[in-house]
Protein backbone atom coordinates (compact mmCIF):
# COMPACT_ATOMS: atom_id res chain seq x y z
CA UNK A 1 0.00 0.00 0.00
CA UNK A 2 2.95 2.27 0.59
CA UNK A 3 3.77 1.86 -2.81
CA UNK A 4 0.80 3.49 -4.18
CA UNK A 5 0.73 5.97 -2.01
CA UNK A 6 4.11 7.32 -2.80
CA UNK A 7 3.54 6.60 -6.87
CA UNK A 8 0.23 8.93 -5.67
CA UNK A 9 2.00 11.49 -3.97
CA UNK A 10 4.58 11.46 -6.73
CA UNK A 11 1.92 12.29 -9.35
CA UNK A 12 1.43 15.27 -7.23
CA UNK A 13 4.37 16.61 -7.23
CA UNK A 14 4.75 16.23 -3.21
CA UNK A 15 7.92 14.81 -3.05
CA UNK A 16 8.69 16.22 0.09
CA UNK A 17 5.63 13.97 1.80
CA UNK A 18 8.48 12.26 2.77
CA UNK A 19 7.98 8.76 1.49
CA UNK A 20 11.42 7.86 1.18
CA UNK A 21 11.68 6.81 4.89
CA UNK A 22 8.29 6.10 4.70
CA UNK A 23 7.54 8.46 6.75
CA UNK A 24 5.11 10.95 7.13
CA UNK A 25 3.90 14.24 4.74
CA UNK A 26 4.98 17.39 6.13
CA UNK A 27 3.02 19.84 8.35
CA UNK A 28 2.75 22.16 5.45
CA UNK A 29 1.54 19.35 2.88
CA UNK A 30 -0.31 17.77 5.43
CA UNK A 31 -2.08 21.61 5.87
CA UNK A 32 -2.29 21.59 2.27
CA UNK A 33 -4.19 18.54 1.94
CA UNK A 34 -6.22 19.29 4.39
CA UNK A 35 -7.15 22.48 2.97
CA UNK A 36 -7.78 21.12 -0.50
CA UNK A 37 -10.40 18.82 1.42
CA UNK A 38 -11.86 21.78 2.82
CA UNK A 39 -12.34 23.29 -0.29
CA UNK A 40 -14.18 20.54 -1.72
CA UNK A 41 -16.42 19.37 1.09
CA UNK A 42 -17.65 22.98 1.34
CA UNK A 43 -18.22 23.00 -2.48
CA UNK A 44 -19.96 20.04 -2.07
CA UNK A 45 -21.51 20.50 1.53
CA UNK A 46 -23.14 17.03 0.95
CA UNK A 47 -25.16 16.94 4.56
CA UNK A 48 -26.08 20.81 4.94
CA UNK A 49 -25.38 23.81 5.10
CA UNK A 50 -22.56 25.33 6.98
CA UNK A 51 -24.25 27.54 9.80
CA UNK A 52 -22.07 30.86 11.07
CA UNK A 53 -24.98 31.75 13.78
CA UNK A 54 -27.23 30.47 16.04
CA UNK A 55 -27.16 28.54 19.53
CA UNK A 56 -25.20 25.52 18.23
CA UNK A 57 -22.81 27.68 16.65
CA UNK A 58 -22.26 29.93 19.61
CA UNK A 59 -21.34 27.09 21.93
CA UNK A 60 -18.87 25.34 19.49
CA UNK A 61 -16.72 28.25 19.03
CA UNK A 62 -17.03 29.13 22.55
CA UNK A 63 -15.65 25.58 23.53
CA UNK A 64 -13.28 25.66 20.81
CA UNK A 65 -11.83 28.98 21.91
CA UNK A 66 -11.19 27.29 24.84
CA UNK A 67 -9.63 24.21 23.95
CA UNK A 68 -7.74 25.47 21.19
CA UNK A 69 -4.44 26.90 22.56
CA UNK A 70 -3.98 23.78 24.33
CA UNK A 71 -4.14 21.71 20.87
CA UNK A 72 -1.87 24.48 19.19
CA UNK A 73 1.04 23.15 21.80
CA UNK A 74 0.90 20.00 20.86
CA UNK A 75 0.81 20.71 17.08
CA UNK A 76 0.60 23.94 15.78
CA UNK A 77 -2.04 24.07 12.50
CA UNK A 78 -4.27 26.37 11.29
CA UNK A 79 -7.56 24.86 13.20
CA UNK A 80 -11.18 25.64 12.62
CA UNK A 81 -14.15 24.38 13.82
CA UNK A 82 -17.47 24.87 11.27
CA UNK A 83 -20.64 23.41 12.05
CA UNK A 84 -23.07 22.11 9.54
CA UNK A 85 -26.51 22.80 10.14
CA UNK A 86 -27.81 18.64 9.80
CA UNK A 87 -29.46 16.11 12.12
CA UNK A 88 -26.84 13.69 11.93
CA UNK A 89 -25.12 13.20 14.86
CA UNK A 90 -21.50 13.43 13.36
CA UNK A 91 -18.07 15.22 13.42
CA UNK A 92 -15.20 14.98 11.49
CA UNK A 93 -11.78 16.02 11.99
CA UNK A 94 -9.27 16.68 8.62
CA UNK A 95 -5.39 16.84 8.92
CA UNK A 96 -3.95 20.10 9.14
CA UNK A 97 -6.53 21.72 11.07
CA UNK A 98 -10.26 21.79 9.60
CA UNK A 99 -13.10 20.40 12.04
CA UNK A 100 -16.61 19.64 11.06
CA UNK A 101 -19.55 19.16 13.66
CA UNK A 102 -22.95 18.83 13.05
CA UNK A 103 -25.82 20.09 14.83
CA UNK A 104 -27.57 16.66 15.27
CA UNK A 105 -23.87 16.08 17.42
CA UNK A 106 -24.08 19.94 19.08
CA UNK A 107 -27.47 19.10 20.34
CA UNK A 108 -27.01 15.94 21.79
CA UNK A 109 -24.54 17.31 24.34
CA UNK A 110 -26.01 18.45 27.93
CA UNK A 111 -23.37 20.63 28.78
CA UNK A 112 -20.03 22.57 27.25
CA UNK A 113 -18.52 20.23 29.31
CA UNK A 114 -19.54 17.14 27.41
CA UNK A 115 -19.39 19.36 24.14
CA UNK A 116 -15.51 20.36 25.08
CA UNK A 117 -14.92 16.17 25.12
CA UNK A 118 -16.36 15.79 22.16
CA UNK A 119 -14.16 18.39 20.66
CA UNK A 120 -11.10 17.65 22.69
CA UNK A 121 -11.75 13.82 21.24
CA UNK A 122 -11.46 15.61 17.14
CA UNK A 123 -8.94 17.89 17.99
CA UNK A 124 -6.66 14.77 19.48
CA UNK A 125 -7.16 13.27 15.86
CA UNK A 126 -5.14 16.05 14.33
CA UNK A 127 -2.71 17.04 17.17
CA UNK A 128 -1.89 12.96 17.08
CA UNK A 129 -1.84 12.60 13.15
CA UNK A 130 -4.20 9.79 12.72
CA UNK A 131 -6.15 10.50 9.17
CA UNK A 132 -2.22 10.80 7.52
CA UNK A 133 -0.91 7.38 9.44
CA UNK A 134 -4.17 6.03 8.82
CA UNK A 135 -4.10 7.01 4.45
CA UNK A 136 -0.95 5.38 4.74
CA UNK A 137 -2.68 2.45 4.94
CA UNK A 138 -5.80 3.18 2.83
CA UNK A 139 -6.67 2.05 -1.08
CA UNK A 140 -9.50 4.73 -0.99
CA UNK A 141 -7.01 7.03 0.04
CA UNK A 142 -4.34 6.50 -2.86
CA UNK A 143 -7.38 6.71 -5.25
CA UNK A 144 -8.63 9.49 -3.72
CA UNK A 145 -5.02 11.31 -3.97
CA UNK A 146 -5.09 10.28 -7.70
CA UNK A 147 -8.22 12.32 -8.19
CA UNK A 148 -6.76 15.06 -6.23
CA UNK A 149 -3.96 15.29 -8.62
CA UNK A 150 -6.28 15.40 -11.49
CA UNK A 151 -8.08 18.39 -9.48
CA UNK A 152 -5.12 20.18 -9.24
CA UNK A 153 -4.34 20.01 -12.53
CA UNK A 154 -8.13 21.51 -13.43
CA UNK A 155 -9.82 18.57 -14.26
CA UNK A 156 -13.60 18.42 -13.13
CA UNK A 157 -13.15 19.83 -9.81
CA UNK A 158 -17.25 18.46 -8.79
CA UNK A 159 -16.58 14.82 -9.82
CA UNK A 160 -12.64 14.98 -8.50
CA UNK A 161 -13.76 16.18 -5.54
CA UNK A 162 -15.94 13.34 -4.61
CA UNK A 163 -12.87 10.81 -4.80
CA UNK A 164 -11.48 12.76 -2.37
CA UNK A 165 -14.45 13.31 0.44
CA UNK A 166 -15.08 9.56 -0.32
CA UNK A 167 -11.74 8.36 0.48
CA UNK A 168 -11.54 10.98 3.67
CA UNK A 169 -14.77 9.27 4.98
CA UNK A 170 -14.13 5.46 3.85
CA UNK A 171 -10.92 6.05 6.37
CA UNK A 172 -11.26 4.39 9.79
CA UNK A 173 -9.54 5.28 13.34
CA UNK A 174 -7.96 2.07 14.85
CA UNK A 175 -8.67 1.19 18.26
CA UNK A 176 -5.43 2.51 19.31
CA UNK A 177 -6.41 5.92 17.65
CA UNK A 178 -9.29 6.16 19.49
CA UNK A 179 -7.83 5.17 22.77
CA UNK A 180 -5.29 8.00 21.91
CA UNK A 181 -7.77 10.75 21.17
CA UNK A 182 -9.79 9.75 24.26
CA UNK A 183 -6.49 10.20 26.26
CA UNK A 184 -5.50 13.44 24.50
CA UNK A 185 -9.05 14.65 24.50
CA UNK A 186 -9.27 14.08 28.15
CA UNK A 187 -6.12 16.38 28.64
CA UNK A 188 -7.40 19.12 26.74
CA UNK A 189 -11.02 18.86 28.58
CA UNK A 190 -9.42 19.12 32.28
CA UNK A 191 -6.63 21.19 31.43
CA UNK A 192 -9.31 24.46 30.84
CA UNK A 193 -11.03 22.97 33.77
CA UNK A 194 -14.23 21.19 32.25
CA UNK A 195 -15.72 18.60 34.22
CA UNK A 196 -13.54 15.24 33.97
CA UNK A 197 -16.96 13.30 34.35
CA UNK A 198 -18.14 14.53 30.94
CA UNK A 199 -16.63 12.52 28.61
CA UNK A 200 -18.16 8.87 30.34
CA UNK A 201 -21.67 10.73 30.52
CA UNK A 202 -21.23 11.56 26.62
CA UNK A 203 -20.43 8.27 25.89
CA UNK A 204 -23.13 6.53 27.83
CA UNK A 205 -25.39 8.58 25.77
CA UNK A 206 -23.69 7.67 22.25
CA UNK A 207 -24.01 4.56 23.65
CA UNK A 208 -27.99 4.25 24.63
CA UNK A 209 -28.87 5.92 21.18
CA UNK A 210 -26.77 3.26 19.76
CA UNK A 211 -29.31 0.41 21.23
CA UNK A 212 -32.20 2.79 21.14
CA UNK A 213 -32.48 3.58 17.84
CA UNK A 214 -30.13 6.45 17.06
CA UNK A 215 -30.18 4.40 13.81
CA UNK A 216 -28.84 6.30 10.62
CA UNK A 217 -28.39 9.34 12.14
CA UNK A 218 -25.44 7.69 14.26
CA UNK A 219 -24.15 5.44 11.96
CA UNK A 220 -21.41 7.27 10.08
CA UNK A 221 -19.86 8.65 13.25
CA UNK A 222 -20.17 5.34 15.12
CA UNK A 223 -18.53 3.53 11.82
CA UNK A 224 -15.22 5.79 12.47
CA UNK A 225 -15.28 5.91 16.59
CA UNK A 226 -16.84 2.84 17.86
CA UNK A 227 -18.27 3.23 21.44
CA UNK A 228 -17.00 0.26 23.36
CA UNK A 229 -17.63 -0.49 27.20
CA UNK A 230 -13.90 -0.64 27.51
CA UNK A 231 -13.56 3.26 26.25
CA UNK A 232 -16.14 4.08 28.89
CA UNK A 233 -15.08 2.46 31.62
CA UNK A 234 -11.70 4.09 30.83
CA UNK A 235 -13.03 7.66 30.59
CA UNK A 236 -14.55 6.95 34.05
CA UNK A 237 -10.78 5.60 35.61
CA UNK A 238 -9.73 8.79 34.02
CA UNK A 239 -12.13 11.16 35.65
CA UNK A 240 -11.53 9.33 39.26
CA UNK A 241 -8.08 9.39 38.96
CA UNK A 242 -8.27 13.04 38.39
CA UNK A 243 -10.35 13.45 41.17
CA UNK A 244 -8.06 11.89 43.06
CA UNK A 245 -5.42 13.81 42.18
CA UNK A 246 -3.80 10.43 40.36
CA UNK A 247 -4.13 11.21 37.50
CA UNK A 248 -0.87 12.12 34.86
CA UNK A 249 -1.64 13.42 31.70
CA UNK A 250 -0.03 11.85 28.36
ZN1 LIG B 1 -12.38 9.24 17.02
Not at 20 to 26: A, D, E, N, R, V
Not at 93 to 117: C, H, K, M, N, Q
Not at 155 to 170: D, Q, R, W
Amino acid sequence: MRRFWCASLALLALASFGCKGGGLPSKEKEIELGQQFAREYEQKLPDGPIITRGPEYERVQRVAAKLLPLARKDWDVPYTVKVVQSDQINAFAVPGGPIYFYTGLIRLTDSDDELASVLGHEISHITKRHSVKQMKKSQDMALALTALDALLKGGNTLKEGVGLIAGFKSLEFSRGDETQADEFGFKYLVGMNYKPEAMASFFNKMQAKTGGGGGGKLEQFLSSHPMTSKRIEAALRRAVNYRKGTYKAP
